[in-house]
Structures are given as structure tokens and as C-alpha cells.
């Protein structure tokens, strides 16, 4: 991804943030993301998988942000499955911060590899550094606690993104899935970005 990429994609970021969140504490945390000792905006999505390229959270939350709305726009889901309606705001907390657990989460270290022609190069790659310990979904909703309160379905919604894929003892996961119809959209959101949209680069 280019600087000029990563800065548009940053400013669409904002741009949903400014024009769909006013809860108290949005400027806040907004202000949170922005800090310098913050990485936000430049961290990866993931060490090996999707994302792994600088850029990857802020390209992965964006693309959430759009499948999320493409899947409660449809029909179905309301006539159908019975979704209620969700606030411009829910969808753009849900989605653009339910991998904010992410940020200061990987560094870079180097290791040996042979490039094209076969000779040992020391390369860079992304490992996890791990500053506070508390799981993934849950870490992602007490980021957030810290500056703005969470209604109960979003923290649910971001708590279960990771759906069947989590650890977690999957009676639970479904009951959660079952009960907050907005924690399936986010995880099917979430899958379709993680394997349909986002691939690997070089770092």
C-alpha cells in the first residue's frame, strides 16, 4: 500500500468516524487513535494471514464497515431473520473497532532468508507483542470502555466477531450468535474481508 493509499484510506476512516459518531467520549478516542504512540493507522491486520502489510487494521476495518452495511441493507435479513434496525453509529463503532485490540499488538523483528538468487538476506516480519493480555474480542470492547460506553448489543457484536473461529466453547459462541443478531453480521463481515478482500504483502 502507498503513503497516498494509506492516507486516503485514513481520511475514509475519519470521514465515518466525524460524520456517524457523537456519542460522549467519541472525541476522545478519537483523539486516541491519533497519538503518536499509537498505531492505529499503520498497524498490520494479522502477522502472516490477512492484512499482514502496514495499513492492514485500517484496510481491514474499513472493509467490515462496508460488508456490515451491505449486509443489514439487505431485505432478507430484516423480513426474514427478524434483524432489527441498527444506527449509522452502531455500524461505524462494530466495525471500524472491533479489531482495535489489534493496535500495539505487533512489532517488527528480522530473520534469515534466502531471496531470489539464493543467498541469505535478514528480512523483516511482524510478531506479536502482546502489552495487555486480555483476549481478543473482550480486549477490543475494554479499549473502547475506557472512553466511550457501549450499548449491550454492540459490545456483544464486537466481543463475538470472531465467531466459530474463537476458542471459546462453541455452545456459548452460538447461544451469543442466536441471541445479538448484529455479533453474526459482524462476524460474517468480518470473514468476508479477511478471505474475500484482503490478501498478503511484503512489509
Known sequence: MTDQELEAKKQEF???????????????LRSYLLADQNDFFTAPASTRYHGAYAGGLLEHSLNVYHNLKAYLERERVHKVYGFPEYTEETIAICALLHDLCKMNFYTVDYRNAKNSQGVWE???????????????????????QFFMHLHREEAMAIRWH??????????????ALEMFPLAFALHVADMEASYFLEGREAI
Do not use: C, N, Q
Request: glycine residues 14%.
Open 122 to 144: 535478514k528480512v523483516p516480519f511482524y510478531k506479536i507483542d502482546d502489552r495487555l493480555p486480555y483476549g481478543h474480542g473482550e480486549k477490543s470492547v475494554l479499549m473502547i
Open 162 to 175: 470472531m465467531g466459530f473461529s474463537g476458542p471459546e466453547d462453541k455452545g456459548t459462541i452460538g447461544a
Open 14 to 28: 475519519l470521514d465515518i468516524w466525524d460524520t456517524h459518531v457523537k456519542r460522549p467520549g467519541a472525541d476522545r
